[in-house]
């Protein structure tokens, strides 16, 4: 007989199911993967959503009065006076009129740089801040705005449609690619699972013979999978935030002064913001959750098909 | 305690492996089961085990017909029954105390509940000195110890081995059923399955002979 030294008793009983026979690493990072792109896309979607708001209410707070140059007009003059109807319409804030330089700044980015603008005669605007979207007149203003030749008032009703469109769109595809990686994780857990129970096929038939109920043995085996999921999900998550974190600092020092800001104004700031990161942090007991279970609900199938 | 009547078993559309077995077996009686390879004693001790049901006939244990058995009952009345199997079977990444304790972590019971249990236990067989010892370190006679002590620790009504001295040498194979026969003596049913014939004439226990699936002899 081999003498085998008396070891001290071990407070942590060794688990019937052993570690090293699920592909624990691999299904580790499968679901630390699929939890970043999950992630992502939450984060995405969460973006995007945010800036649509955020543009939606900034583009709906104003509306602009264009004044195009006509003969026999007098340009200032109609400005003073497209202010003054629009300061005493009810629901608004505020009116100034752009300058000249303002306004000839507003052709640039489209126009370029170098070209003399004063020999042309350009459409003056008229900036109008609502303090109450709902509850501004714009009709009366529209009105009021016929007694002033070549006056025209915008609303950006088309933009805030389109752009509400566009957004919906992007957030239901968002959500439809996180539905796709959520089946697709749910697939890779049952062909873990399965692979799991046949290499210990052994242990489930001894388990069985010594009166093991499968709700038992599927605990023993849940359990292992659920420890699986919480530490991909924790990895996958954590990725998830860090690269949010490292886009907004990004994005932030991408450009330089105004063009900063301008990008910041036309793609919304990069930042997911604490509700972000607590719905990405919310991701990972939801995968840590449906692998426990989607592994139980495969464990308990496997028993029934071989009792 | 268990009774068959006029019980056939076939795998499947295959050729009857067990033909119309009629006995019973009285609580606290000791039984070897002995015949020729291939004359279906394993396929008989399955249908003790409960792991199989039978093709036709009918099988009662406990007083209950197992044909009526749901899959929670029968894992109910399977914690009755003990087994030694003829290769182990036992859980190599455990120790030997871990594997003998086995039955009663299935129960749900705590470590400090059943810890002196099983250690008196694992002292009684002999393997006191070697309950941390991993399976891959046991001899065949102390694997085939410790099998036993995990299908003794859960004080079962029913023991079942299959082959248990197949392993062994005769003098650690006379222990060995010595061992069962002290259990049977505690009121465990022992039905021990062998095919060695020197075995069956040591010890003076009724024999039940299969022959091509038909028990020939029952005293």
């Known amino acids: ?307 | 305690m268990i009774e068959f009547t006029s019980v056939g078993l076939r795998y499947g559309q295959g050729p009857e492996i067990l033909k119309d077995l009629t006995f019973r077996i009285d609580p606290g009686t000791f039984h070897f089961l002995t015949g020729p390879s291939g004359s279906g004693k394993t396929s008989l001790l399955k249908l003790l085990l409960l792991s199989l049901k039978p093709s036709s006939g009918k099988v009662t244990m406990f007083g209950e017909d197992v044909m009526d058995l749901d899959q929670d009952r029968l894992l109910l009345m399977r914690r009755h029954i003990g087994i030694v199997f003829q290769e182990f079977r036992l859980l190599d990444h455990l120790t030997t105390f871990e594997n003998v304790a086995l039955p009663l972590r299935v129960l749900g019971q705590p470590e400090s509940q059943y810890r002196a249990n099983v250690e008196e236990l694992l002292e009684w067989v002999g393997l006191g000195e070697r309950m941390h010892a991993h399976p891959a370190l046991l001899s065949g006679g102390e694997k085939q110890r410790a099998a036993i002590a995990r299908a003794v620790i859960g004080r079962p009504d029913i023991l079942l081995a299959d082959e248990p001295t197949g392993n062994l040498d005769p003098e650690l194979s006379v222990r060995l059923v010595t061992l069962f026969a002290e259990l049977n003596r505690t009121g465990t049913t022992i039905i021990i399955a062998t095919h060695e014939l020197s075995l069956l004439d040591s010890f003076d226990f009724p024999r039940m002979v299969l022959r091509d699936g038909e028990l020939a002899i029952h005293d």
């Open chain 1, 1 to 307: 007989m081999t003498d085998t030294p008396r070891f001290p008793t071990r407070s942590r009983t060794t688990p019937i199911v052993p570690e090293r026979s699920i592909a624990g690493r691999t299904l580790m990072l499968l679901i630390a993967i699929m939890t970043f792109l999950s992630g992502v896309t939450l984060g995405g979607v969460v973006l995007v959503q945010k800036s649509a708001i955020a543009w939606s209410s900034d583009v709906g707070r104003e509306v602009t009065i264009q004044i195009k140059p006509i003969q026999g007009e007098v340009m200032d003059s109609n400005l003073r006076l497209a202010v003054s109807l629009a300061e005493a319409t009810p629901g608004v804030a505020s009116a100034h009129a752009l300058t000249l330089e303002e306004s000839q700044n507003l052709l640039k980015p489209w126009l370029g740089e170098g070209l003399d603008l004063s020999t042309i005669e350009i459409p003056r605007i008229v900036a109008v801040q609502l303090s109450d979207p709902t509850d501004a007149d714009i009709p009366r203003l529209e009105n009021d705005l016929k007694s002033i030749k070549g006056a025209t008032l915008d609303t950006h009703a088309a933009w805030r449609q389109q752009l509400n469109t566009m957004a919906g769109a992007i957030v239901v595809s968002g959500l439809l690619v996180l539905a796709l990686i959520v089946v697709a994780t749910v697939l890779a857990i049952i062909f873990a699972t399965r692979g799991t129970m046949a290499t210990n096929r052994e242990i489930v038939d001894v388990l069985h013979f010594i009166g093991a109920s499968n709700s038992f043995i599927a605990g023993e085996f849940q359990g292992r999978f659920l420890l699986i999921g919480f530490r991909g999900g924790i990895v996958g998550g954590l990725a998830a935030i860090v690269f949010f974190l490292a886009i907004g600092i990004a994005a932030g020092s991408a450009g330089i002064g105004n063009v900063s800001a301008e990008l910041g104004l036309l793609f919304g700031r990069f930042s997911i913001g604490f509700d972000g990161a607590a719905g990405i942090a919310a991701v990972v007991p939801v995968i840590a959750a449906m692998t426990a279970i989607t592994s139980r609900l495969t464990v308990r199938r496997f028993l029934s098909q071989i009792s």
